[in-house]
């Protein structure tokens, strides 16, 4: 439970959290936010019956939203909006159940118009997916006038 | 309602389907199995606001995972089992609510031990989303002698 | 020899490909512009010994390399620049020596900001990579009032 | 000139140096390996003027070159042989002329059938390009009993 601010301006670090705890589509998933600092966001799940793929191990399709929202959110801690344009990723090992699994997302650079991140994901030590993920910087986030 | 066999034989189609409806993850989502041929099938949802990103757009993680899915039950209408090694997806334009979303997975090239496929996600004519994914064969289905 | 047009603009495509026939990297390579339609462009190579990789068959580079050359001419014939932003390939084939290799280049969609394309590369009917590419426009191409 | 030998075994470590000097595709681009490290591998070229795309940059194409070169020497530096089934880029920055450039590959895990590396490609301290790779195993190196 709640999220550790590992050095972002603190009425960031709200809104993002904030943000990603009203989604409706984490909140379906189960996957909440755990961690964010300066380029670095990290989103965490304990793995459910509900997201079994027919081969009874968990679904790809968790991993992937979770590399993604990892990246989205690493670059709202830059206080920038960018919208997924490219996301890419190797799944390198199955995903038991039961188990807290976290994806942790870093920008590797953001441009004036592009940006690029990663993600990794993991169970405790071990690597479940690596992505690569391309983003377009559609704006930035007003969080200094909020609430 | 109700999934189109587009050729297959039937007892794999009847295995493919009811594998899919069965699905945990599926039924969280939504999502049904829409149509399956050789070398073809087609994964569908109606976007619902638990759907939602931050963005107040359909979050990319339901189109990876009808993606994956999709390529994921083309292999299967071959009558073998993979699993994704690598998916990378070109997210094309945004995800409306309330629309009738469907994913078309086809099977490129499978070989002795990676089968490689492709998707793309539709909004009625208007692509959404490009998927290009790779898979490892791990075994055949074994449908001829169920049931 | 000789490059065909399967039906853009003749000023168009005499820019595109005295561009190609004048770049080094593809006269270093062997490469040459087969063909350029509408948002189409097609890229030919002979295969010879010094594209070999240390397998002794011929090196994956020359295959990515012609399938973000053919994506951006493909992009080219619509009038416009884009910088490649991601790539994205499946090696499906071993490519042989001495046979002459083709890649297809294709858009997707050209939208304001960013252009998705295609590559698929072919020995004969042989299908040797499938290549996604995602490119940011830079600029349109000034061909009207060339010499 | 040389290669640096970053902790092997110095026969495996003479086998893969061997290998890649007698490269023709990398002896036609100038590329050289410059370490070899336990699943870790070097390569570097300065970049000519003959590597120029038709925008007066370096193709991207050679990035792609190195990339996919660096990871699968990565893969020889634990005595296995790995072929190219993925291959996924980001281009984060142009490329100058006249530089040395530096791919990195790292294997992030080598499975029983599947290995999966990623490479960057550096100006100095500056980021070329981003890669994720996935390979096949098909052999080991059997380099105890050479020479």
Not at 3 to 15: C, M, T, V, Y
Not at 85 to 105: L, Y
Not at 112 to 137: P, W
């Amino acid at each position: 439970m709640g999220s550790k601010n590992l050095g972002i301006d603190e009425r960031l670090f709200d809104h993002i959290v904030g943000t990603a705890e009203d989604m409706p589509f984490y909140t379906l998933l189960g996957v909440s936010i755990s961690a964010v600092g300066p380029g670095y966001a990290e989103l965490s799940v304990t793995t459910r019956r509900d997201h079994a793929n027919p081969l009874g191990t968990v679904h790809g399709g968790l991993l992937l939203t979770m590399a993604d929202g990892a990246m989205g959110n690493a670059i709202r801690s830059l206080g920038m909006i960018g919208v997924t344009v490219d996301c890419s990723t190797a799944m390198i090992s199955p995903t038991p159940f039961g188990e807290k699994i976290v994806a942790q997302g870093r920008v590797l650079k953001a441009g004036r118009n592009m940006i690029f991140a990663e993600s990794k994901v993991f169970a405790g030590e071990k690597l479940l997916a690596d992505t690569r993920g391309t983003f377009y910087k559609t704006s930035d986030i007003d969080y200094r006038n909020q609430g």
